[in-house]
């Protein structure tokens, strides 16, 4: 879990990927998860609308923007 998420977020080749974590957790605990670099921390059951707005979200977030 969380020591995944720290070890994608210190290697270069990952630092442009989105990282959601999907959990049954407590609130600190999916603080926790936005702390050690995860974009997002989404409750289970997970509503398959949502994840596609999310993802949809972090993808545009991180789209790389084109010079004028």
Known sequence: GLSL???LRVDASF???????FTAMSREDRDNAIRAGADRAIDKPVL?????DD???????????TPK
């Open 5 to 7: 998420v720290k070890e």
């Open 15 to 21: 630092t442009a990927i989105p990282i959601i974590v």
């Open 48 to 52: 398959f609308e949502s994840l596609i």
């Open 55 to 65: 993802i949809n979200e972090l993808l545009k977030e991180r789209k790389p923007q």
